[in-house]
């Protein structure tokens, strides 16, 4: 029952991020293509958002696995 509830933990940790990731880069295209001179600025920044949302879903593995070894 515990690897279950840890599985469906991670899952739903990835699916949020997937989709927390996915709205990050649409917003930044679509900054990107009404200010083509601030590019660098908003990539810089998107990529920090990215990297942020991923931390999510790797705290979550660990979660998981400090459940699973107790």
Do not use: D, H, W
């Not at 940790?13 to 880069?25: D, E, H, K, P, R």
């Not at 009404?34 to 931390?55: D, K, N, Y």
């Amino acid at each position: 029952m515990g690897v279950l509830a840890a599985a469906i933990a991670v899952g739903l940790a990835a699916l949020g991020a997937s989709f927390g990731v996915s709205n990050i880069v649409s917003r930044t295209i679509e900054g990107i293509a009404r200010q083509p001179e601030s590019r660098g600025v908003l990539q810089t920044t998107m990529f920090i958002g990215i990297g942020l949302v991923e931390a999510i879903p790797i705290m979550a593995v660990v979660i998981a696995f400090i459940a699973l070894g107790q």
